[in-house]
């Protein structure tokens, strides 16, 4: 079945969404983002920014759908 798991506030943090992502069919991210001086971009959590390569690392073959509801993700 399907569940949604919402993370928001203090529990926003890089600790308990990334392990979650390899599992979800979809992750929908509403929140701050931008790009640092090397361009790299990130988006803003409470523990702090979650750089783009980190996600590219995860195993998420299985799940197509990311959505980056935030400024400067496209």
């Known amino acids: 079945g399907h569940y949604l798991e919402k993370f928001s506030g203090k529990d926003a943090t890089k600790s308990n969404i990334l392990p979650r992502m390899e599992e979800a069919d ?15 971009g990130y988006l ?24 980056l509801s935030a400024c400067e993700t496209a």
């Open 26 to 40: 979809v992750c929908h991210f509403a929140c701050h983002g931008g790009l640092d001086r090397n361009e790299q």
């Open 44 to 67: 803003v959590l409470a523990s702090g920014r979650l750089v783009y390569h980190e996600m590219y690392a995860l195993d998420l073959k299985n799940h197509p759908l990311i959505i």
